[in-house]
């Protein structure tokens, strides 16, 4: 009896172990930001950094939703607000707006938020089809949604948008 309960209880701890891999091979690692009064996320592996609201230096002639431009590391960055881009309501700024600074390769830019959730894991299996009732210019740059609710964005699609994308 006592050899049986050994084999059970080895048994368990393998399939415990399996199960968290398993479940660690399923999570998507995000970071969590708001744009209130909703929570959304980005894949962690376009974040470059994530900082503190410094000077931006707005640029006439441009389109409302970008902010301006920061000087990132000796490197002119633009700032895109994906609220007025997404058509949500602009609160302001305040002591809580952090820039999240995406990049792929050499091409970077800010994302202004409304604060920081922080570091996420969403399990993939849980993630649904974003609805149909998403305002038109979001709704191309979502990638799903989560259980909990939290908008995944499609950073790959922002990336490369020719809509975000200013080129003169």
Do not use: C
Request: hydrophobic share 40%.
């Amino acid at each position: 009896m006592k050899n049986e309960i050994e084999i059970l209880k080895k048994r368990a701890a393998q399939y415990a172990s399996r199960t968290t891999e398993d479940d660690s091979q399923n999570q998507l690692s995000v970071i969590g930001f708001y744009l209130h009064p909703e929570i959304y996320a980005i894949d962690y592996d376009y974040v470059k950094e994530v900082k503190t609201v410094i000077e931006i230096t707005s640029i006439p002639g441009t389109p409302d939703f970008i902010m301006g431009i920061i000087n990132f590391r000796g490197n002119m960055l633009s700032v895109v607000n994906l609220k007025t881009f997404f058509g949500l309501k602009e609160k302001g700024l305040t002591e809580f707006n952090k820039l999240i600074i995406i990049g792929k390769g050499n091409f970077e830019f800010g994302i202004m938020t409304d604060g920081i959730l922080g570091n996420l894991r969403l399990d993939q299996h849980k993630l649904s089809t974003p609805p149909l009732t998403l305002s038109e210019s979001g709704s191309a740059f979502v990638k799903a949604i989560s259980a909990e609710g939290i908008i995944l964005l499609n950073t790959e699609k922002i990336l490369n948008s020719k809509q975000l994308i200013i080129e003169q």
